[in-house]
């Protein structure tokens, strides 16, 4: 899913307007406002970072915090165990502009607040925002720079120390919005001819998520255009049995119009 990512360098940028990162599009990462690499290595810490990460702007509960870190009955200890682990979390993260503590605390509750831009989520979100800013200004080029370097961001699952049951939802809107960019990405390219650029990373695609009709339209269009119509067709046929066995349905109509256009040749072949 990142084969057109270019690795955004956020400790770079971090060195270079002052902010600190964190990273929460995989395994949790903290640079300072230098490109440090901060350690935050004890499990329970990363857990709530994450948690409020999560929540970010937000006041997280006590009750809700015990619930993420101990997923079974808390400990008697609990929220002296949460008191100290936020009083490790602030002697670890640098104060914001404004010289306040990261993390702030209120009777029984916690919030973490962060400058713009110091969020890998909010940053991914800008990108790909802007990427499509971009492209219906007819700006192709700068629409496939912010898309890379969105895509760039992701190094695995949504808040990837939490439990599952806690990001559910997040976790399924950022995967939703990072697809989104991927097939935008991917119809640039196409749009300006790149067949043997999407061809190789389509095929793996529709492999491993099979059920995504919008890269089989994709990857029909790209043989199509190459001048492989002979396996578009039998790429659709591929899609179709699929369907139709595994979940007793036909293909979109989106998919089953640009078959149409394979069979009647009218799509353009070799098309820049």
Known sequence: ?????????????????????????????????????????????????????????????????????????PPRSSFGNIKTYVSQLRRALPPNHAEHSRIESRSGAYRINLAPGELDVSVFEKMAYRGREALHGGADESALEYFQEALGLWRGQPFDELPEDTTLAEAARMEEQHWAVLEDLI??????????????????????????????????????????????????????????????????????????????????????
């Not at 395994?27 to 990363?46: C, F, W």
């Not at 529709?206 to 994709?218: A, D, F, K, S, V």
Request: hydrophobic letters at 40%.
């Open 1 to 73: 899913m990142e084969s057109y990512a270019s690795q955004t360098n956020m400790e770079v940028r971090g060195a270079r307007d002052g902010r600190i990162r964190f990273r929460v599009l995989g395994p949790l990462e903290v640079y300072g406002s230098d490109g440090t690499l901060i350690d935050i290595h004890q499990h329970k810490p990363r857990v709530l970072l994450s948690l409020l990460l999560l929540n970010a702007g937000t006041w997280v509960s006590i009750n809700r915090i015990c619930a993420v870190l101990w997923e079974d009955e």
């Open 187 to 272: 119809d640039v390219h196409l749009s300006h001819g790149h067949y043997d650029v999407v061809l190789p990373t389509l095929r793996a695609l529709t492999i491993e998520y099979p059920l995504r009709e919008r890269l089989w339209g994709q990857l029909l269009l790209a043989l199509h255009r190459s001048g492989r119509r002979a396996e578009a067709l039998s790429a659709y046929q591929a899609v179709y049995r699929l369907l139709t066995n595994e979940l007793g349905i036909e293909p979109g109509a989106d998919l089953r119009r640009l078959h149409q256009q394979v069979l009647g040749g009218d799509l353009d072949v070799g098309q820049d």
